[in-house]
């Protein structure tokens, strides 16, 4: 079984607490849920939708036509009525959204008293949500399916929260940003905990400001983690240099969506790759680690802070607004990976430096340096060896290896559910892992959301080996893949 339910309107209209009530109900009755959000760059009006598909299997992306459209406005049901299935369900006509609560929660065969639960977690207008979606519950005639009833004990979050978790249970101090979507939810996620977990959140008045911060708080021993996308990255390059330098311990969390300039603002892409594994002037150790789940956003944010603090290095997270807005159901407790404070104050220069912590120009000290940078480029590549810095899915030892990285792990994981294939997900793009030997001989597919395939671009410069450029499976329209859709690219693709 698997349902897809569309829910449309224009910003403040309430799609998205529709989808959010719908979601934690079906997590707690044990299914597995996914969301995605597809907004403008609007604060009201336009056209707003999520997408929610649930199962009684796992799943971890959505597909391309809807057993239920939920239209919170007539022109909702103009977009997206080329998108519903043969035997399919619209719900419309009606001005208030708990209306619709109602409704759909007759139409799956969920008991009323599940949604008077939410509406009591909601804690405003309990009265009139409850008013409103009891009579659309009693209007409703039809019914989809009859759900069964078995408490789960799953997580429902998506992957900024995701990266929050991590960020607290590794111990965090202080979180510095400048709002830029899609990072900004990870600020209002860590703001709201700061008296529960003991750490200070500050938004500063630019990205520049943002890393020299978080550079003087790490230098006194905080745990020290900024965020931004890739416009405000760029500005961080200089910084970034620095730290590199002075071998300063600093988490950096960035989010990516279309670029260049301001290019889509709310939508997804992966096209930060490269400024992720090369921002910044010279030559200095950095890791780029890269989830594709809120689990893994976890455990790679806890994995971010040990790196920064055993080799006093700038540790990079990317992400994307798919992974960082999405909801997945998570079955499986993180493993973190603790990590002490780097706490004895010395001097940081961003000069080369002396035993004293001074600058110099004497060609003698600067190659040492160098040589212990690069000592510690070989040391930080043997301790990663440890986590798992590729993951193997699907069939292994398939002629068949779709490779890819980040959120297109989800749609990847359910496309190739019965194929003959097996998927390498890359989550350390620096170090980068050893993955020639499970590539040699095979018939190897790209997913990338980027127009250029930057990850085969790395494929290629660490391993030799080239994937031809009809066997890259590149989306590059600010929307993430839809299994469906996907599962047909890369049967299309398939040696049998």
């Given at each position: 079984?698997?349902i897809?339910?569309?829910?449309?309107?224009?910003?403040?209209?309430?799609?998205?607490?529709l989808?959010?009530?719908?979601g934690?109900?079906?997590?707690k009755?044990?299914?597995?849920?996914?969301?995605?959000r597809?907004?403008?760059?609007?604060?009201?009006?336009?056209?707003?939708?999520?997408?929610l598909?649930?199962?009684?299997?796992p799943?971890?992306?959505?597909?391309?036509?809807?057993?239920i459209l939920?239209a919170?406005?007539?022109?909702?049901e103009?977009?997206?009525?080329?998108?519903?299935?043969?035997?399919?369900?619209?719900l419309s006509?009606h001005?208030?959204?708990m209306?619709y609560?109602?409704?759909l929660?007759k139409l799956?065969g969920?008991?009323?008293?599940l949604?008077?639960?939410?509406f009591?977690e909601?804690g405003?207008?309990?009265?009139?949500?409850m008013?409103?979606?009891?009579?659309?519950?009693?209007?409703?005639k039809?019914?989809?399916?009859?759900?069964?009833y078995e408490k789960g004990?799953?997580?429902?979050?998506?992957g900024?929260?995701g990266?929050?978790?991590?960020?607290?249970?590794s111990?965090?101090d202080?979180?510095?940003a400048?709002p830029m979507?899609?990072?900004?939810s990870?600020?209002g996620?860590?703001?709201?905990?700061?008296?529960?977990?003991?750490?200070?959140v500050?938004?500063?008045e630019?990205e520049?400001a943002?890393?020299?911060?978080g550079i003087?708080?790490?230098i006194?021993?905080?745990?020290t983690?900024?965020?931004t996308?890739?416009?405000?990255f760029?500005l961080m390059?200089?910084?970034?240099?620095?730290?590199?330098?002075a071998e300063?311990?600093?988490v950096?969390?960035l989010s990516?969506?279309?670029?260049?300039?301001t290019?889509v603002?709310t939508y997804?892409?992966q096209?930060?790759?490269?400024i992720?594994?090369?921002?910044g002037?010279?030559?200095?150790?950095?890791v780029?680690?890269a989830?594709?789940?809120p689990?893994?956003?976890?455990e790679l944010?806890?994995?971010?802070f040990?790196?920064?603090?055993?080799?006093?290095i700038?540790?990079?997270?990317?992400?994307?607004?798919h992974?960082?807005?999405?909801?997945?159901?998570?079955t499986?407790?993180p493993k973190?990976t603790?990590?002490?404070?780097?706490t004895?104050?010395?001097?940081?220069?961003?000069?080369e430096?002396d035993e004293?912590?001074s600058?110099?120009e004497?060609?003698?000290?600067?190659v040492a340096n160098i040589?212990?940078?690069?000592?510690k480029?070989?040391?930080?590549?043997?301790?990663t060896?440890?986590?798992?810095?590729v993951?193997t899915?699907?069939?292994k030892?398939?002629?068949?290896?779709?490779?890819?990285?980040?959120s297109?792990?989800?749609?990847?994981l359910d496309?190739?559910?019965d194929?003959?294939?097996e998927?390498?997900?890359?989550?350390?793009?620096?170090?980068f892992?050893?993955i020639?030997?499970?590539?040699?001989?095979?018939?190897?597919?790209?997913?990338?959301n980027s127009a250029?395939?930057?990850?085969g671009?790395?494929?290629a410069?660490k391993?030799?080996?080239?994937?031809?450029?009809?066997?890259?499976?590149?989306?590059?329209?600010?929307?993430p893949?839809?299994?469906?859709?996907l599962k047909?690219?890369?049967?299309?693709?398939l040696?049998k």
């Open positions: 079984m698997r897809s339910i569309l829910f449309g309107g224009p910003a403040g209209t309430g799609p998205n607490i989808t959010n009530i719908l934690r109900t079906l997590v009755q044990g299914y597995f849920v996914f969301y995605s597809d907004y403008q760059s609007l604060i009201r009006g336009g056209h707003n939708f999520n997408v598909t649930f199962s009684d299997k799943i971890h992306s959505n597909e391309s036509q809807v057993d939920v919170l406005d007539k022109n909702t103009e977009i997206h009525k080329h998108e519903l299935k043969k035997k399919s369900f619209v006509g001005d208030e959204n209306y609560a109602g409704r929660f799956l969920l008991n009323f008293d949604l008077e639960e939410e009591k909601l405003n207008r309990f009265k009139e949500n008013k409103e979606a009891k009579e659309g519950y009693d209007e409703e039809d019914n989809l399916c009859a759900l069964k004990d799953s997580v429902f979050m998506n900024n929260q990266l929050a978790e991590g960020a607290v249970k111990g965090i202080i979180y510095y400048y979507t899609p990072a900004t990870l600020l996620e860590l703001a709201e905990r700061q008296l529960e977990d003991n750490l200070l500050l938004e500063l630019n520049i943002v890393i020299n911060a003087g708080s790490a006194t021993g905080a745990k983690m900024i965020g996308s890739g416009g405000g760029d390059g200089e910084g970034l240099s620095l730290a590199g330098m300063i311990p600093l950096i969390f990516q969506r279309p670029g260049p300039a290019g603002a997804t892409a096209g930060d790759l490269n992720a594994r090369h921002s002037h010279g030559e200095f150790n950095r780029v680690l989830p594709g789940d689990k893994e956003c976890q944010t806890s994995q971010s040990y790196l920064s603090q055993v080799f006093g700038p540790s990079i997270i990317i992400s994307d607004k992974l960082g807005e999405s909801f997945y159901t998570v499986k407790k973190i603790p990590s002490r404070k780097l004895s104050l010395t001097r940081y220069n961003s000069y430096k004293e912590g600058a110099t004497d060609a003698k000290i600067i040589e212990a940078r690069l000592k480029k070989k040391e930080i590549d043997n301790d060896k440890k986590f798992d810095r993951k899915h699907g069939k030892n398939s002629k068949n290896v779709v490779v890819s990285w980040g297109t792990k989800g749609a990847i496309a190739i559910e194929l003959d294939v998927f390498l997900q890359v989550l350390y793009i620096e170090p892992p050893q020639k030997k499970d590539l040699e001989g095979k018939n190897i597919i790209l997913v990338e250029t395939g930057m990850l671009e790395v494929i410069e391993t030799g080996i080239f994937i031809e450029d009809k066997n890259k499976i590149l989306r590059y329209d600010g929307r893949f839809l299994h469906d859709e047909k690219e890369i049967e299309k693709r040696k």
